[in-house]
């Protein structure tokens, strides 16, 4: 498995790469935007992307969609039904997600925004904006703050201690790392 | 990093080292496998997919080599030279660095959480979207470094010096510092409280 990373300046935000070693069909995750330095990394490394796993609907991890369609005929993959016009393929907690060369878990962790999903792949785990290195994605009031504590520690902590968090914002951590060191989650991990 | 196998010895859970079926603490002739080791790090210019974790590196000099997606968590760094060097994706997640130096090295994207830094330098680099969080650092400089969204959260830090660096966007929440100094730094752009939660 090859996965790069791909900061947007627009959003501050970052979109995952990830295909097979020998190049083929890859997926993208959260595409902030779609601009030519990501065309070139995914041309560059002989990748057509042909899944799209989109964390949450909030712009600055979606605002490349429109452009990225125009170039790859890829299916999006989701909490909604639809995004940016487009169709989508709706995904709830728990489905498992096959796309031939590795499998996907999509996890629901709602409190940041209703639709937040998380995707566990691997020895990875895309968090979008729910848990990041050292902090938890912002809510609207306190009760969606327990909310997605709660699916945080219950959906993400009983994951493998070296699973690596690749978060939608910020430097990447692992489960083990968050466990010891997010003030936010300590007093009930 | 991304892919791990499992130790072949019954009942083990750590990940197996790269050119080893076992991990570290399984393998049966340390000391060869270091010597082969360093030789092929000495040999290679760019270095990707290694699982290195619970090693023992020592007075050695890997300067100027480019590491991607390389896993060294849990390993000890002693007066190692990683001067010039490039780091993409790797995981030092708590490793012990001593007397190490990482000099005009350019880090993107890497785990350092955990680690404990003493006497290191990181001067003059590019240290970016990196996270230092839970870091012990003692006697560690910073200097005139970009450590631009990187995050230094649950850190204790202790005569740290982050002097000349763009600190924007740098998160230093929970920190314990005890002469730490900033200066000629944006502390103005780094976060340092709570402003409920972020984003």
Known sequence: ??????????????????????GGDAVLVDPGVFDVELLNLIEGNGFYVRNVLVTHSHESHTRGIRTLKKV???EIICAMASLCDFPCRRVKHGDILDFGWTKAKALSL??????SMAFHMGNIVFTGDTLLAGMMGKTRNSYSRVLLRNAIIENLFSLPDHTVVLPGHG????????KLFNPFLKEKS | MFELNSCSVPGCREPALSFSDTC????????EYHKKLSKYLHEQKSVKDLCLNGLHFSNTDISGIHLYVC??????????????????????????????????????????????FEHCDFSHSDLLHTNFNGISAVDTAF???????????????????????????????????????????????AVFEHEGNIL
């Open chain 1, 171 to 178: 430097p990447p951590s692992s489960i083990k790392a968050e």
């Open chain 1, 1 to 22: 498995m090859k996965v790069f990373y791909h900061f947007s300046v627009l959003g501050f935000s970052n979109t995952y790469l990830v295909g097979p070693e020998e």
């Open chain 1, 72 to 74: 790859y005929d890829a």
């Open chain 1, 110 to 115: 709602p409190g940041h925004s209703s639709d």
């Open chain 2, 143 to 189: 200097n005139s470094s970009d450590l631009y969204y990187s995050h230094f959260i649950a850190a204790s830090m202790e005569r740290v010096t982050f002097i000349d660096c763009n600190l924007k966007k740098v998160h230093f929440l929970d920190t314990r510092r005890t002469e730490v100094n900033f200066k000629y730094s944006n502390t103005e752009e």
């Open chain 2, 71 to 116: 896993s060294f968590s849990g390993c000890t760094f002693d007066r190692v030279n990683m001067n010039n060097t490039m780091i993409q994706f790797c995981q030092f997640d708590f490793s012990s660095f001593i007397h190490s130096v990482f000099r005009e090295t350019v880090m993107k994207y890497n785990i350092f959480s955990g680690a404990s």
């Open chain 2, 24 to 31: 570290a603490g399984h393998l049966e002739d340390p000391d």
